[in-house]
């Protein structure tokens, strides 16, 4: 089992920013692929961007050139650094880990962009 919790939310201007932190329970973080995925209301849970365990990035067209995700293995942690925040980010933010059939999520964090 891994337990994911996040945090870093809030409320933030349009063009403001935000770094999102997930820690996990397991000392063997490293070998998860990591992702953050996002929900807003009424719609389904999309996928934002992943990393590997090799550290290997890869994001949604939408967030490209503004949100940049990372990872410390020796934290047991991932990040989102969210920049250039727009109101069409608004949504729950969930940290994903997975890795051979395993997949474990946090509980969620809020991020409201306001005009």
């Known amino acids: 089992q891994v337990q994911l919790v996040e945090s870093g939310g809030g409320l933030v201007q349009a063009g403001g920013s935000l770094r999102l932190s997930c820690a996990a329970s397991?000392?063997?973080?490293?070998?998860?692929?990591m992702a953050w995925y996002r929900q807003a209301p009424g719609k389904q849970r999309d996928l934002v961007a992943v990393?590997?365990?090799?550290?290997?990035?890869n994001y949604v067209d939408s967030v490209k050139g503004r949100f940049t995700i990372s990872r410390d293995n020796a934290k047991n942690a991932a990040y989102l650094q969210m920049n250039s925040l727009k109101p069409e980010d608004t949504a729950v933010y969930y940290c994903?880990?997975?890795?051979?059939?395993?997949?474990?999520w946090g509980q969620g964090t809020q991020v409201t962009v306001s005009l």
């Open positions: 397991r000392s063997i973080f490293s070998i998860y692929n």
């Open positions: 994903n880990a997975n890795r051979a059939g395993e997949q474990y």
């Open positions: 990393i590997s365990s090799g550290g290997v990035t």
